[in-house]
């Protein structure tokens, strides 16, 4: 099933931080070809300590045969071997963040794993690089494609290209 997941750094080199997070995503066993890899974006910190670092954000996309909360715990995994802390405080500046989109069209709601997750059609720094991949896509629960929620997205602040190729 289609799968995608948002990356995102503002400590230490944070695009080699993002290259870092896809290469070990595109390692794990249950992901499939195509991957897709949106642009990078450099975006202002969202409810981060004051004088936080801008972030640099992006999402890929990638075909994945397993279980989403297995998923989540590889990505958990993953993050940690980049230097972020399993019970790390919320909202901070961080290393890398690797966030859950969505697993096809599965829902699950529980205390380790919300599907679709429940606050990316409000992301400017999330739907602006899914665009990139699939801008007609209709994300879980919503009405309208990618392309159509990103205007109404003011919730993230600035968010600006600085590259495609990464």
Same mark, same amino acid.
């Given at each position: 099933?289609? &799968? ?13 931080? /993002? ?16 991957? @897709?890899?949106?642009? !990078?974006?450099?975006?202002? +910190? ?6 936080? *670092?801008? @972030?640099?954000? &992006?999402?890929? #996309?990638?075909? @994945? ?9 590889? /990505? ?11 019970? %790390?405080?919320?909202?901070? *500046? ?6 859950? /989109? ?5 829902? !699950? ?6 599907? +679709? %997750?429940?606050?990316? %059609?409000?992301?400017? @720094? ?18 309208? &494609? ?6 109404? *997205?003011? #919730? *993230?602040? #600035? ?8």
């Amino acid at each position: 099933m289609r &799968t995608a997941v948002a990356l995102g750094s503002n400590l230490g080199d944070r695009l080699e931080n /993002l290259r870092a997070a896809r290469r070990q995503i595109i390692e794990l066993a249950d992901v499939r070809p195509p991957v @897709f890899s949106a642009g !990078i974006y450099e975006t202002e +910190p969202v409810d981060c300590e004051p004088g936080a *670092s801008n @972030f640099l954000n &992006t999402v890929i #996309e990638f075909d @994945f045969e397993g279980d989403p909360v297995q998923l989540l715990e590889q /990505l958990a995994r993953i993050e940690e071997s980049l230097g972020r802390k399993r019970n %790390h405080p919320k909202n901070i *500046s961080r290393r890398i963040d690797i966030d859950l /989109l969505y697993c096809g069209d599965q829902q !699950i709601e529980n205390e380790r794993l919300q599907l +679709p %997750h429940p606050r990316m %059609h409000l992301r400017k @720094f999330v739907l602006q690089p899914l665009a990139d991949i699939w801008g007609d896509l209709i994300l879980p629960n919503q009405r309208k &494609t990618v392309r159509e929620l990103l205007p109404k *997205s003011d #919730e *993230s602040g #600035e968010v600006v290209r600085l590259m495609n190729d990464w």
